[in-house]
């Protein structure tokens, strides 16, 4: 038996890119030309909104106390969950220093970045959590100027709980500017802000292709596409709960792909005729996002074995990876190339994007095969530094020119030539290319 496919997406998960790439880069350079005046007319055109840009702290308050306090706790809770999260990733990371030979010493230091601008969005939903997940991680690690970005409604501004999400989180300034402009208010340091150095958070498709245009001349977290979620489920699994993740991650976006591999296939019908009824019964606009990613880019895959599903899912690289099988420890042993896992049905991808403290910044489009999500060490850079006495330089500097001839690089050897001829006058060295 081999691998077969019990639903197949119609369409793949990408957008008109070259029609987006010439609408975004206009816009970049129309803004970088024409600086905050030009940045407002596109605010105005685009967010309908013609009010403060950075907000006061008298505006950060104000919409502060529209916030309930349950969901005020809430909020607290999700961000001690990430920052204590990422003050032990940033742990991971340290200075150290290495004695190469004698005489000689060779080290590393990790230093974050000085600006960082952190995209949240808020059109369709409001992302609470994508302030909490970018905005803390920047602090815990060390970034000294943090802008917080949002598109705001017309005449009303950012959504309340995200202005007191980024607020308490760290943000040093928040942005009521969302899409193309907020991005490019960031990256060329508009309206009193210091140019971004990193530029992180989701968004839509004009958003990742100006982060994507910019990168470069700033670092971003990732070049992102619409999120997508593979479910990884055996006979043991409860199909009503693998119903309603994949249907709780279609939601997201019409073009949101949702898998499920399972060597199981009575399982696999099971999930196919529970998923629409799940989807009917969320709110319109919820129903309609879930409904398209459904019809149109979902996959249900029956496989051999767990070795074929494995092996499927690595292909896949999905940005969220659920696990609902047997032997736990298996899967996790096993599993490769995911942007954050979920093992077992105690858990589930809506707890990673919201509280659990792991980033839901993450790798999409197959980009988990090579590289994770957002986290400190994104905002820190890792560089190295070396000092050598002059005794222990003999031996590099000897070694140095000696390839540097072979290359053909003839400055470089006589940069080591010069040091030898002044640290250890009238010695004799064999300098010349052995070939």
Not at 12 to 21: I, L
Not at 168 to 193: E, P, S, T
Not at 259 to 272: M, S
């Amino acid at each position: 038996m081999s691998r077969r496919y019990l639903k197949k997406a119609a369409l793949t998960s990408k957008s008109d890119a070259a029609e987006v790439h010439a609408t975004v880069k206009n816009i970049l350079a129309d803004i970088e030309a024409g600086g905050d005046d030009r940045a407002r007319e596109f605010a105005l055109e685009f967010d309908r909104y013609d009010r403060n840009i950075i907000l006061t702290p008298d505006e950060i308050e104000a919409a502060s106390s529209h916030v309930p306090e349950k969901l005020k706790d809430d909020i607290r809770f999700s961000h001690d969950n990430v920052r204590r999260f990422a003050s032990t990733q940033k742990g991971t990371v340290s200075d150290k220093t290495l004695e190469i030979v004698p005489g000689v010493i060779a080290g590393q230091r990790a230093i974050p970045v000085n600006a960082a601008g952190c995209y949240v969005p808020g059109g369709r939903y409001s992302h609470i959590a994508s302030a909490i997940m970018t905005v803390t991680t920047a602090k815990v690690a060390g970034v000294r100027h943090i802008t917080a970005c949002s598109p705001p409604r017309p005449d009303v501004g950012i959504a309340p709980a995200i202005v007191y999400a980024a607020h308490i989180c760290g943000a040093d300034k928040i942005m009521a500017m969302g899409g193309v402009q907020g991005v490019a208010a960031m990256a060329f340091g508009l309206f009193g802000l210091p140019k971004a150095n990193i530029l992180v958070g989701p968004g839509n498709q004009f958003v990742a292709e100006a982060k994507r245009i910019l990168f470069g001349r700033v670092g971003i977290d990732m070049i992102a596409g619409p999120t997508d979620s593979l479910i990884l489920a055996d006979k043991t699994a409860d199909p009503h709960l693998v119903a309603t993740d994949l249907v709780s991650q279609a939601e997201h976006g019409y073009n949101s792909p949702v898998w499920l591999v399972t060597d199981h296939r009575p399982l696999a019908e099971d999930v196919l005729a529970r998923v629409p009824a799940l989807i009917d019964d969320l709110p319109k606009v919820n129903r309609d996002n879930a409904a398209a990613a459904w019809r149109d880019y979902a996959e249900v895959i029956l496989c051999v074995d767990r070795e074929d599903m494995a092996a499927c899912s690595d292909e896949y690289a999905p940005e969220h990876l659920t696990v609902q099988a047997n032997n736990l420890d298996w899967w996790l042993d096993r599993l490769t190339c995911y942007g954050s896992l979920f093992l077992g049905e105690e858990t589930t991808v809506s707890y990673g994007d919201k509280a659990t403290g792991t980033n839901h910044v993450l790798p999409t489009s197959g980009a988990a095969r090579y590289t994770g999500g957002l986290s400190v060490h994104k905002f820190m850079k890792i560089v190295t530094w070396q000092r050598a006495s002059r005794e222990g330089s003999r031996p590099i500097a000897e070694a140095t020119a000696r390839i540097s001839r072979l290359e053909g690089m003839e400055g470089h050897a006589r940069a080591a030539d010069a040091r030898l001829a002044k640290f250890f006058p009238g010695e004799k060295f064999d300098l010349k290319a052995d070939g």
